[in-house]
C-alpha cells in the first residue's frame, strides 16, 4: 500500500521547456491536490480535483494546467516553464474534505 | 478560512509532553479546527481534528476551549522524529478543498 506517489523525485528544468508531474494514489480517495512550497514558505493550492471528471482552480493556478486521467492519477502539466515555478510540488488526496493525505513531493528547478 | 495566530517557535524535551498553542478567535461554529504537520523536506501530515470535543489519536490529543476561541495540541511523549513545523489549520467548511497553511510553529525536540 504505497498511499500517493509523485514522480519524478527531483527535476532540473531550462526556461520554456514542459513537463509533467505525475501524482497516483491507491488509497480510493475522491478528491486530489496539487499544491507548491516555496522555501520558507506554506503551501499554495494550485489546482485541485473533488472528483474524477472535474477539476478547479485553486489560489496560484496560473502556468499550469491538470489532467485527471482516473481515479487514481491526477497530473500537473507545466507548458512553459519559468524561473518563477522553482519550487517544492506536494500532491495531496482525501476522501473529500480536509484530512488530506500528502506525497513526498517534486523537487523542481527552473534554470 | 478563520485566521489562526501560533507561536513562532518552541523547543521540547524529549520524553515530555509538548504543549502547542492556537488561537482562533475568530471562529464560528460549524468550523473545525484541524493540525497537521511537516517534517523537513516531507510532505505535510495530517494529525488530528475536532470541533469542540476533546479528540485522541495514537499521534497527539487535541484540546478546545470551551468558547472554541483557542486550542491546543498535545503531544504527549515527544520525540526527536517530532521536529516539524506544526500548524493549526481552520477551513471555512467541511468540504472546502482549499487549506491554508501558515506559518506554523517550528518545534525543536532537544535531547
Known amino acids: 500500500n504505497a498511499g500517493v506517489t509523485q514522480t519524478p523525485k527531483f527535476q532540473v528544468l531550462k526556461t520554456g521547456q514542459s513537463m509533467t508531474l505525475q501524482c497516483a494514489q491507491d488509497m480510493n480517495h475522491n478528491s486530489m491536490y496539487w499544491y507548491r512550497q516555496d522555501p520558507g514558505m506554506g503551501l499554495r493550492l494550485i489546482y485541485y480535483s473533488a472528483s474524477e471528471g472535474t477539476t478547479d482552480k485553486g489560489e496560484v493556478p496560473n502556468g499550469y494546467n491538470v489532467s485527471r486521467l482516473n481515479k487514481r492519477e491526477f497530473s500537473l502539466r507545466l507548458e512553459s516553464a519559468a524561473p518563477s515555478q522553482t519550487s517544492v510540488y506536494f500532491c495531496?488526496?482525501?476522501?473529500?474534505?480536509?484530512?488530506?493525505?500528502f506525497g513526498p513531493g517534486t523537487r523542481l528547478t527552473v534554470t | 478560512d478563520a485566521k489562526t495566530t501560533q507561536p513562532t517557535s518552541m523547543d521540547c524535551a524529549e520524553g515530555r509532553a509538548a504543549n502547542l498553542p492556537c488561537n482562533h478567535s475568530?471562529?464560528?461554529?460549524?468550523?473545525?479546527v484541524y493540525w497537521y504537520r511537516q517534517i523537513h523536506s516531507q510532505g505535510p501530515q495530517y494529525i488530528i481534528h475536532?470541533?469542540?470535543n476533546n479528540e485522541t489519536n495514537e499521534m497527539a490529543s487535541l484540546i478546545i476551549t470551551e468558547d472554541r476561541k483557542s486550542s491546543t495540541l498535545i503531544l504527549p511523549h515527544a520525540t526527536l522524529r517530532d521536529t516539524a513545523v506544526y500548524y493549526c489549520?481552520?477551513?471555512?467548511?467541511?468540504?472546502?478543498?482549499?487549506?491554508?497553511f501558515g506559518a506554523g510553529t517550528t518545534v525543536t525536540v532537544r535531547a
Open positions: 495531496a488526496t482525501s476522501i473529500g474534505g480536509n484530512e488530506q493525505y
Open positions: 489549520i481552520v477551513p471555512r467548511n467541511y468540504n472546502d478543498y482549499k487549506l491554508s
Open positions: 475536532g470541533l469542540k
Open positions: 475568530t471562529i464560528s461554529g460549524n468550523e473545525y
